[in-house]
């Protein structure tokens, strides 16, 4: 308990808006590289996971792929490609690796909205005579948002928790403190760098969680009024 007062009192301590890398800057740094990896993996992601899951064809090989890049060991990989691109390239690198890793989650929502949609409302839109575009954006785009989303969500926490390692290849971010906090043996710095990571992602859990919350269509009717049956009877007023 005291180690967890220590490590508080370490991210409110004025001390945190100084120094070689000042919290805030540490934590928009790290955001950046979440948001920027994320927006990468999306524009790749989306579009593939679309096209799949309209024709309903490469989805064995994009299930494929997606376990193969979770499998992938996140820091051995940046450091892999600094040594191969080189110490100028090291931000490129890092990206690489946190975009490859963004990739599957969106890649399974995108795809997985679109079978999830009941086959039937697709078959009354092409009876309604829409084209395939049509079709696209007015039926399978907006039935599969909430699934998409959900991809988003788990790509984002699962990128904003890797970040961390950019700090290995001196790329600062919130994990910088976490590996000065291990050569210096401050294991309040180490805990307080920690909660802030776990409190971003808590945060973005919930703008997502509120996000696909409003884009699940409302599919609710009014209720119809109730009509006395017929053969109920009529009450005859007394005289």
């Given at each position: 308990?005291n180690l967890?007062?220590?490590?508080?009192?370490?991210?409110?301590?004025?001390?945190?808006?100084?120094?070689?890398?000042?919290?805030?800057?540490?934590?928009?740094?790290?955001?950046?590289?979440?948001?920027?990896?994320?927006?990468?993996?999306?524009?790749?992601?989306?579009?593939?996971?679309?096209?799949?899951?309209?024709?309903?064809?490469?989805?064995?090989?994009?299930?494929?792929?997606?376990?193969?890049?979770?499998?992938?060991?996140?820091?051995?990989?940046?450091?892999?490609?600094?040594?191969?691109?080189?110490?100028?390239?090291?931000?490129?690198?890092?990206?690489?690796?946190?975009?490859?890793?963004?990739?599957?989650?969106?890649?399974?929502?995108?795809?997985?909205?679109?079978?999830?949609?009941?086959?039937?409302?697709?078959?009354?839109?092409?009876?309604?005579?829409?084209?395939?575009?049509?079709?696209?954006?007015?039926?399978?785009?907006?039935?599969?948002?909430?699934?998409?989303?959900?991809?988003?969500?788990?790509a984002t926490?699962?990128?904003?928790?890797?970040?961390?390692?950019?700090?290995?290849?001196?790329?600062?971010?919130?994990?910088?403190?976490?590996?000065?906090?291990?050569?210096?043996?401050?294991?309040?710095?180490?805990?307080?760098?920690?909660?802030?990571?776990?409190?971003?992602?808590?945060?973005?859990?919930?703008?997502?969680?509120?996000?696909?919350?409003?884009?699940?269509?409302?599919?609710?009717?009014?209720?119809?009024?109730?009509?006395?049956?017929?053969?109920?009877?009529?009450?005859?007023?007394?005289?």
């Amino acid at each position: 308990m005291n180690l967890f007062a220590e490590a508080l009192a370490w991210i409110f301590s004025p001390a945190r808006l100084t120094g070689s890398l000042p919290l805030p800057e540490a934590i928009v740094q790290h955001l950046a590289y979440t948001f920027g990896a994320v927006a990468i993996a999306a524009v790749i992601a989306i579009p593939l996971g679309y096209l799949i899951g309209h024709t309903g064809r490469g989805r064995e090989v994009a299930v494929f792929l997606s376990g193969a890049a979770r499998a992938l060991p996140a820091l051995g990989l940046v450091i892999l490609l600094v040594m191969l691109a080189g110490v100028q390239l090291k931000t490129q690198a890092a990206m690489t690796v946190f975009v490859i890793l963004a990739i599957p989650s969106i890649l399974a929502g995108a795809y997985a909205g679109f079978e999830a949609i009941d086959r039937s409302v697709i078959g009354a839109g092409r009876a309604m005579g829409m084209t395939q575009w049509q079709i696209l954006f007015r039926i399978e785009m907006p039935l599969g948002l909430a699934l998409l989303i959900g991809g988003l969500r788990s790509a984002t926490l699962q990128v904003v928790a890797t970040v961390t390692i950019a700090a290995y290849v001196g790329l600062g971010g919130l994990g910088f403190y976490m590996i000065q906090g291990l050569n210096t043996r401050d294991f309040p710095e180490i805990l307080g760098a920690s909660i802030i990571v776990v409190a971003l992602a808590l945060v973005l859990d919930g703008l997502f969680a509120l996000l696909a919350r409003f884009a699940v269509p409302r599919t609710d009717a009014p209720r119809p009024r109730r009509v006395r049956s017929a053969a109920a009877p009529v009450p005859v007023p007394s005289r």
